[in-house]
T-cell receptor, first 110, second 112 residues
């Protein structure tokens, strides 16, 4: 069992639709990060959330950190083909610099 | 600033051999971490080096080792390769102890 579970694992939607990706854990994290990874590249940081209940917006992307700091969500409004990629949540835990979630592979169909 | 660079980008090895991967962090970054990414297990932390000292280590066997040089460049070594070691190996750097990581493009290792 992974420490950070993401859902859904795969998501394929039409351009212009909205979507939400979830990142859940039974453990408390001091912070959570969201990365996007495209084929042939390493993950790129989108946002870091630190405070329970925090909401951060990055253009059409909205990130929320749960009040108990055990979960986070990523909401994309009016998805575009450029949003296609592997979305990963991650946080520092124990001896690990970063523990990564199971990932959500998002495909936006033009 | 130039990003994190990793060499080689692709590598094919035979079971039982050993391999060394190289990573050059962003200039000024003193922390270098290594991760393994596979379809089955996802992205998993291997180890972190800071100022030439291993700070943290993930749950990988001793066949996986690393080191960091005085210029912050890092190498990762895998001995006695197994088929299951086939993966994308990602290097990431950061200025200090904060968890934010800047990733390189990775080295794709295939073990046959």
């Amino acid at each position: 069992t992974q420490l950070l579970e993401q859902s859904p694992q795969f998501l394929s939607i039409q351009e212009g639709e909205n979507l939400t990706v979830y990142c859940n854990s039974s453990s408390v994290f001091s912070s959570l990060q969201w990365y996007r990874q495209e084929p042939g590249e390493g993950p790129v940081l989108l946002v870091t959330v630190v405070t329970g209940g925090e909401v951060k917006k990055l253009k059409r992307l909205t990130f929320q950190f749960g009040d108990a700091r055990k979960d986070s969500s990523l909401h994309i409004t009016a998805a575009q083909p450029g949003d296609t990629g592997l979305y990963l949540c991650a946080g520092p835990f124990g001896n690990e610099k970063l523990t990564f979630g199971t990932g959500t592979r998002l495909t936006i169909i033009p | 600033k130039a990003g994190v660079t990793q060499t080689p980008r692709y590598l094919i090895k035979t079971r039982g051999q050993q391999v060394t991967l190289s990573c050059s962090p962003i200039s000024g970054h003193r922390s270098v971490s290594w991760y393994q990414q596979t379809p089955g297990q996802g992205l998993q932390f291997l180890f972190e080096y800071f100022s030439e000292t291993q700070r943290n280590k993930g749950n990988f066997p001793g066949r996986f080792s690393g080191r960091q040089f005085s210029n912050s460049r890092s190498e990762m070594n895998v001995s006695t390769l197994e088929l299951g070691d086939s993966a994308l190996y990602l290097c990431a750097s950061s200025p200090g102890t904060a968890p934010r990581q800047y990733f390189g493009p990775g080295t794709r290792l295939t073990v046959t």
